[in-house]
C-alpha cells in the first residue's frame, strides 16, 4: 500500500485535489492519503505557508499529490524554512511554496505530458509531446539583487551535473514509453557558457540512446515551430526557464492549463501536481475543472506501477470528454466539479 501527502492547497485547491482523491479511491489503487496543510491557511494558522511538517510527511511517504498555491507577485516575499536536515539544523528561503518544495525535496526534474484529449477544443488535433524542464538552478532560482535604486541583476547558473541527470531521466523516458525523439531548447547562439553547456551535456546524453534522434532548436525558433506544427515534436528538454514557458505554451496548443497535469521527480521523493493557479474568484462554487489534476493523479499512479488503474481513469476520462454531457464549462458543458467527477466515477 502506497501512502500520499495530499497538500490541498489554496483557492479551487481542494475542490480539485478532493475530486482525484476520490476518482482514484474509485479505482481500486492500492493508495492511502494523509492531508497536509500549505498555503494561505497553513499561514494564518501557523506563520508559514510551508510548515516543516509538510517536508517530513513527504519524504516519509515518498509521494504527494499537490493543488495550486498563492504566491505573491513582486516585492521581498520569502519563505523561510528551518529544520534539521541529514542531522544538522538547515536553514534556507525561496521565493515560492513551489520552488520551496522542489528544492527541499531535490525534485530535480519537471515532466510535463501534452497531447490532445477528444471533446477539449484546440486549434491542433495530433499533438503529442513531453517536455522535461531541469528543475533546480537557471535564473529561475532568484538569485538575484539590487545593485542600486534603478539596477537589477538575477544570475543564471547551469551545471553539468544538472543538466546530465535531467537529460538522462527524460531519454531513459522517452525509452521506456517508445518515443522516438528528442529536442533540446536553448540559446546558446547568444548564452554561449550556460546554455553552450546545457546543449553540450544534453547531445552528450544522447549519444548513449542511439535508438533516439537527437536535435535542438534556437529557443524563439523551437516557439514558433509549436505553434505552427506541435505534432512533429516529440520530447523536448529545457533549462529550467524556458521550461516554465514553453509548457505552458504548449499547455495552450491543446486547450490550455485546465488540462495539462505535471509531476516533479527526485531521487527520493515525487510531488505530481496541477500546473495551473489557485483561480480564487471560482473557488468554493463547484465550477472549477479538476481534469489537469486527475492527469496528475494518473501520472502518479503510473510511476508507482498502479497501471491497469491509471489505464481505467484515462480512459474513463476520456469517454466522458468525448461524449460532452457531464463536463465543466470550460470545456463546454454545464456540469459542476462534482457531476463531472461522478460522471468519471461511473464509467469505472
Same mark, same amino acid.
Given at each position: ?160 551535473? @544538472? ?53 535542438? %532548436? ?32 504548449? @499547455? ?56 491497469? @488503474? ?28 462534482? %457531476? ?9
Amino acid at each position: 500500500m502506497n501512502k500520499v501527502t495530499v497538500v490541498p492547497g489554496d483557492g479551487i485547491g481542494p475542490e480539485v485535489v478532493g475530486a482525484t482523491c476520490a476518482i482514484i479511491k474509485a479505482s481500486g489503487a492500492k493508495v492511502e492519503f494523509e492531508d497536509v496543510l500549505v498555503g494561505l491557511r497553513a499561514e494564518k494558522e501557523h506563520g508559514t505557508p510551508l510548515p516543516v511538517n509538510v517536508l517530513e510527511s513527504i519524504e516519509r511517504n515518498k509521494l504527494a499529490l499537490k493543488g495550486p498555491t498563492q504566491t505573491p507577485f513582486g516585492g521581498n516575499y520569502r519563505i523561510k524554512i528551518e529544520r534539521m536536515r541529514g542531522g544538522k539544523e538547515w536553514r534556507a528561503d525561496y521565493p515560492s511554496i513551489a520552488i520551496a518544495l522542489r528544492k527541499e525535496l531535490q525534485l530535480f526534474v519537471n515532466v510535463r505530458p501534452i497531447k490532445n484529449y477528444p471533446g477539449v477544443a484546440s486549434r491542433f488535433d495530433k499533438v503529442d509531446l513531453v517536455i522535461f524542464r531541469e528543475n533546480s538552478e537557471d535564473l529561475y532560482v532568484g538569485n538575484e539583487r539590487m545593485i542600486d535604486d534603478d539596477t537589477a541583476e538575477a544570475i543564471k547558473r547551469i551545471t553539468r551535473g @544538472a543538466t546530465e541527470r535531467c537529460a538522462r531521466y527524460g531519454f531513459e523516458y522517452l525509452k521506456k514509453t517508445g518515443r522516438r525523439k528528442m529536442t533540446i531548447g536553448h540559446k546558446a547562439n547568444v548564452l554561449k557558457m550556460t546554455d553552450g553547456l546545457f546543449l553540450k551535456v544534453g547531445q552528450e546524453v544522447g549519444t548513449k540512446y542511439p535508438e533516439i534522434v537527437c536535435d535542438s %532548436r534556437v529557443i524563439d525558433a523551437l516557439c514558433m515551430e509549436l505553434v505552427i506544427k506541435p505534432e512533429t515534436f516529440d520530447g523536448l528538454l529545457l533549462a529550467n526557464l524556458f521550461g516554465d514557458i514553453v509548457s505552458d505554451l504548449a @499547455a495552450g496548443l491543446v486547450g490550455g492549463l485546465g488540462v495539462a497535469p505535471g509531476a516533479n521527480i527526485g531521487p527520493d521523493c515525487a510531488m505530481f501536481e496541477a500546473v495551473h493557479g489557485t483561480a480564487p474568484d471560482i473557488a468554493g462554487k463547484d465550477i472549477a475543472n479538476p481534469m489537469a489534476m486527475i492527469l496528475s493523479g494518473v501520472l502518479m499512479l503510473r510511476h508507482i506501477g498502479e497501471n491497469d @488503474a491509471a489505464n481505467r481513469i484515462d480512459a474513463a476520462l476520456t469517454a466522458v470528454l468525448a461524449e460532452r454531457k457531464h463536463v465543466t464549462r470550460d470545456l463546454g458543458g454545464d456540469a459542476g466539479t462534482k %457531476r463531472f467527477t461522478d460522471a468519471i466515477i461511473a464509467k469505472l
